[in-house]
């Protein structure tokens, strides 16, 4: 059986380049204070020998991981079920790769996972996290600043102390729920219904008030509660029927919702949008190409946000500074995209 081949050491790379162990150690962790000629030997030797820097004696020198948690406040089967999810994980990825650093992915099934996640990322093995899917009873944002991790969330926390403290990443819910409901209003429909979100999501409530800026006081049994799901959709579209059989547009919170409405209103026979107009939230393309008639929704840039939420926090932890209590948070425009839904 042959022998192991060893890894090469920090003492091996500084003799190929003919320098201290120190100086090695100083290049490979991004030390200042090398002249450039001696970083670019190191640099050789480390190329031509292979070498790979132990993260664990990596981490006592820079106090840094390389490693970011990403907290999802879902259940998993929501989470793989829901293209929102990957869409803004991708972005979240491709940043924190451009800087090397390495994505932990967090999941809470429940209450109890969350103690568990918070001792996580308390015992230091993760420079920060980046939370999103928050409800506003959620105790999560309270144990992670227990655990004193730097934080970016992902869309408007729910909670106020008076101060702005967290950062955060959104897009404008309010304004472009104002907008799909204004182009149905242009459309000449009258009976507009609303089908929510979980209300304990901000973006889910902002959208609501965002129908309620336009519509003003519209009759409440338009307004049907859901659970940003497709079956949520296909519940709240067939109680919107049964309520109001008059209904000539429907604004769903969010694309899985409308899809689900969609298939009730094909069911039901009514034709989409000659008898009842119907708009989505996100834009999400895997969704938008199975309805029949193609979606008019609002686009939100669901990659660019988890691409930001990641350059937060690395750029707070460049600083070395929390990533609290600047104002950097973001929110990112809308675009209502028209298609033949509405």
Known sequence: ?????????????????????????????????????????????????????????????????????????????RIFTDPFFALQLRGISKELTAH????????????????????????GHVDGALVFSLHLDDPLPGLIEGAGVPTVFGGRPGWSDGSNSAVYVDCDNRGGAQDAVRHLVGLGRRRIAHITGPLDQTSAAD?????????????PRLVVLSDFTVGGGERAMGELLDRCPDVDAVFAANDLTALGALRVL?????????????????????????????????????????????????????????ATGAPSSLILPTTLVRRASA
């Open 207 to 219: 959208r609501l008030q965002g129908y309620r800026d336009v519509m003003g006081e519209p009759d």
């Open 266 to 322: 094909r069911e039901r026979g009514r034709r989409v949008p000659e008898d009842v107009a119907v708009i989505g939230f996100d834009d999400v393309l895997p969704v938008t190409e199975q309805s029949a008639p193609s979606l008019t929704t609002v686009r939100q840039d669901i990659e660019e946000m988890g691409r930001l939420m990641a350059r937060l926090l690395l750029r707070a932890l460049t600083r070395g500074k929390p």
């Open 100 to 123: 090397d650093n390495q994505l932990v992915l967090l999941l809470t099934e429940g209450r109890d996972d969350h103690t568990r996640v918070a001792r996580y990322l308390a015992g």
């Open 1 to 77: 059986m042959s022998e192991a081949v060893s890894r090469p050491t920090l003492e091996a790379v500084a003799a190929r380049a003919g320098v201290s162990r120190a100086t090695v150690s100083r290049v490979v962790n991004g030390g200042d204070g090398v002249r450039e000629p001696l970083v670019e030997r190191v640099r050789q030797a480390v190329e031509e020998l292979g070498y790979v820097p132990n993260q664990a004696a990596r981490s006592l020198v820079t106090k840094r991981h390389d490693a970011v948690a990403v907290v999802i406040a879902e259940p998993e089967t």
